[in-house]
């Protein structure tokens, strides 16, 4: 579960770079290599393999910005763990709103209160970054059982500080999990939450 939590988290902290729009209509994408697929506001900056393998203008955007070269190419590789980001452009500090999806395997024989509290104490000891506490439930989503956690990282993002407010879900499929990370400013939360609760709820395994 470490290497899953802190692969979810570093995608995220990644995300403080573009220009331009909000939404406020949705479209269902599939997640490849995940037999899932999730619903993103239409107006969202929404990557995937076939994107950071194929795409000119991502090639050309990565040249501009090439802090993100680790993190895609972690998502490039044919086996990443990493299958989806998306990201707000509607920039806030320099800082965009995102989501990351990453695959996981199954989750361990425990019951889901148990697997909280395993979560939550795997985040507490692994990423010292954490300020404040960590948050942790057990949840039912539509797509199955889940793990929800709450809490702030601080980082620093080409040389300015930020801290950031996560809300994650590791989400249990039959065969496999997926970890949905979600990003924003401290001061978004609170307006940002319905947003990200109805994403987490449009999520569907699909095989």
Known sequence: M??????ALLVSLVAGL???????????????GAGASIVIPTAWSVLDRRTVTSSVAFKRFID????????????AGANS?????????????????????VLS?????????????????ELEARLSTIVGPVATSAVT????????????????????RLTVQTL?????GGDKSL??????????????NGTFAAIARSLRFTS
């Not at 470490?2 to 692969?7: K, L, P, T």
């Not at 970890?179 to 940002?192: C, E, G, H, I, K």
Request: avoid cysteine.
């Open 81 to 101: 763990a990493i299958k989806l980001m998306a990201f707000d452009l509607d920039l806030s500090q320099g800082f965009a709103t995102n989501i990351n999806v």
């Open 179 to 192: 970890v949905v990370t979600f990003s924003t400013l401290p001061a978004q939360a609170s307006r940002r």
């Open 141 to 160: 989503l539509p797509a199955g059982k889940a793990v929800r956690a709450s809490y702030k990282v601080r980082f620093v993002n080409q040389g300015r």
């Open 168 to 172: 994650q879900y590791l989400v249990l």
């Open 18 to 32: 573009v220009s331009t729009a909000s939404a406020s209509t949705t479209t269902r994408r599939s997640i490849p």
């Open 105 to 121: 395997g199954p989750a361990p024989r425990l019951s889901l209160t148990q697997l909280a509290a395993i979560y939550r104490r």
């Open 64 to 75: 501009e910005n090439p802090s993100l070269r680790p993190f895609v190419a972690q998502m």
């Open 2 to 7: 470490r290497r899953i939590v802190v692969a």
